[in-house]
Each structure stands twice: as structure tokens, then as C-alpha cells.
């Protein structure tokens, strides 16, 4: 049973840092592309980033590339995402995913930015 746990969400000052984990169990890490979706206020769910199984293929929303950083931990099962000069339009329920549309996710973390 897949089972993603995601944590290091918060309130943070637009320019801010922070970072999510994403805890993963019940598949073959080491071998998935993994992904962060998002679900702002209102919004339908919005894919974030990507990164390929061996890390070396990454990618990202326009809407977050050169803030965001995406990178994973196969020794430990786990995934990140490094998140910069957040902006209010980053405010969002943040997801760990196994797909790219997000149908496979975690419970999701929060993040506010907000002054």
C-alpha cells in the first residue's frame, strides 16, 4: 500500500524559506518519478515539480522555477522540496505525489505566506 507523509509546512513572510519532506513507503522509491502538486484556496490541484528516479532529471512549473528545488534521499525513501523567495501565491496545500496529476498524494502540508 503506497503510503506518502509530508511535513515542514507553516507560516512564512513572503521572501521566506521553507522545507518540505515527503516520507514515502509501500512502493519501490528508488524507481519512481515523484512529484509536488499544490492546491491553492479555491483552486483546482497544480503540479509543482518533478524529478526522475535517479535525480537526474528535474523540472518545474514556470510559476516556481529558479525558487524551487526539488531532490530526493533513495537511501532514506524520501523526497524534498526546497521552496525560496516564497510569494503569496505560494499559499497553498502542498502534496507529495506518485503521479503527475496528483490522484496518488499524501495527506498534504500547509503553507501560508502571509506578513
Known amino acids: 500500500q503506497v503510503q506518502l507523509v509530508e511535513s515542514g509546512g507553516g507560516l512564512v513572510q513572503p521572501g521566506g524559506s521553507l522545507r518540505l519532506s515527503c516520507a514515502a513507503s509501500?512502493?519501490?522509491?528508488?524507481?519512481?518519478?515523484m512529484y509536488w502538486v499544490r492546491q491553492a484556496p479555491g483552486k483546482g490541484l497544480e503540479w509543482v515539480s518533478s524529478?526522475?528516479?535517479?535525480?537526474?532529471?528535474?523540472v518545474y512549473a514556470d510559476s516556481v522555477k529558479g525558487r524551487f528545488t526539488i531532490s530526493r534521499d533513495n537511501a532514506k525513501n524520501t523526497l524534498f522540496l526546497q521552496m525560496n523567495s516564497l510569494k503569496s501565491e505560494d499559499t497553498a496545500v502542498y502534496y507529495c505525489?506518485?503521479?503527475?496529476?496528483?490522484?496518488?498524494r499524501g495527506q498534504g502540508t500547509q503553507v501560508t505566506v502571509s506578513s
Open positions: 524529478i526522475s528516479s535517479g535525480s537526474s532529471m528535474k
Open positions: 505525489a506518485k503521479n503527475r496529476t496528483g490522484t496518488i
Open positions: 509501500g512502493f519501490t522509491f528508488g524507481s519512481a518519478w
